[in-house]
C-alpha cells in the first residue's frame, strides 16, 4: 500500500527548500524512514514542532520512491525532562545517533525501536551515567557482534582478562593482550550487563570504571559501524595495552 502508519523517534531533522524538512525516523515496522514534512518550517504549521529529534511520534506517511511523504503526525512522548536537562540531553542526543547509524531503510527493527525508547524512558527516570555505555553493549549483542567477555576472544582461556580488541572480538587474557587495558572493574560492568544485571548497573553512581565501560563500547561500536561518532563524550585516554 503506498500508504501505512508506524510508531517511531525521530533522530535528526534536515532541511530541504524554503519551507520543508527531512526528517529522519527509526520504526519498529519499516525500519529508518526517511520522510519530507512539508511546510513544516512556515510558522502556521501545526506537525512542525511534533517532527523534532527526541520525539516518540506516530505518523501517517506516503510511501515515495526516494523519500516518503509525512501527512499526520500525533506525539506519543516529548521527553520533556530530557529535554530541559543538559545533562540528559547530552546523552539522548548520542543515543539517537547511535541509532541513526545502526538501522537500516526498510528493515522492520521492532528490537532497536523498543531498546532506543526504553532507554530514553529509563534516561528521564534516572539520568544514569552509565546508560549510553550500556545501551551499546545491549545493542551490540542485539546485532549479533556481542563481544567475548567470559573467556579470552583469542585462545578462550578463562583469564584474567586484562584488555579489550574490537578486532579480536572481546576480552583478552594476559599473554594475548592487545588494544585497550581493561581493569577488573569495568569488565565486571560488562559482564553484568550482557549477563542479565542491567538494572543493577543503572543503580549504580558515576565511576572511573562506568567511564571506562563507556569508552569501551564507543570504541566497539566504532568499529561495528566503521565510522566515528559525533556526538560522545571524551574521556581520557586509558593508554594502549601491553
Known amino acids: ?132 555505555g550500556a545501551f551499546s553493549w545491549k545493542l551490540l549483542a542485539a546485532e549479533g557482534v556481542g563481544p567475548v567477555v567470559e573467556s579470552c576472544a583469542r585462545c578462550g582461556s578463562p583469564g584474567p582478562l586484562v584488555a579489550f580488541d574490537a578486532g579480536e572480538g572481546g576480552f583478552l587474557c594476559k599473554e594475548h593482550r592487545r588494544g585497550q587495558s581493561v581493569s577488573p572493574a569495568a569488565w565486571e560492568l560488562v559482564r553484568r550487563v550482557l549477563g542479565g544485571g542491567l538494572a543493577g548497573v543503572l543503580a549504580e553512581p558515576s565511576a572511573p570504571a562506568g567511564q571506562e565501560m563507556e569508552r569501551l563500547a564507543m570504541t566497539a561500536l566504532e568499529h561495528h559501524i566503521d565510522r566515528r561518532l559525533r556526538t560522545t563524550r571524551h574521556f581520557p585516554d586509558a593508554g594502549p595495552g601491553g
Do not use: N
Open 1 to 132: 500500500m503506498a500508504l501505512y502508519r508506524d510508531h517511531g523517534v525521530v533522530l535528526r531533522t534536515m532541511r530541504l527548500g524554503e519551507a520543508d524538512r527531512i526528517v529522519t525516523v527509526v520504526t519498529p515496522e519499516h525500519g529508518k524512514v526517511r520522510a519530507v514534512a512539508k511546510g513544516v518550517r512556515r510558522t502556521k504549521s501545526k506537525i512542525g514542532a511534533r517532527l523534532e529529534p527526541l520525539t516518540s511520534v506516530s505518523m501517517l506517511c506516503w510511501k515515495g520512491r526516494e523519500l516518503d511523504i509525512v501527512t499526520q503526525v500525533e506525539v506519543v512522548d516529548a521527553f520533556r525532562a530530557i529535554r530541559e536537562d543538559l545533562d540528559r540531553l547530552a546523552p539522548a542526543m548520542t543515543l539517537l545517533e547511535i541509532v541513526d547509524q545502526v538501522a537500516v531503510e526498510g528493515h522492520p527493527a521492532p528490537e532497536l525501536y523498543t531498546m532506543l525508547v526504553g532507554a530514553l524512558r529509563a534516561l528521564e527516570r534516572s539520568g544514569s551515567p552509565l546508560l549510553v
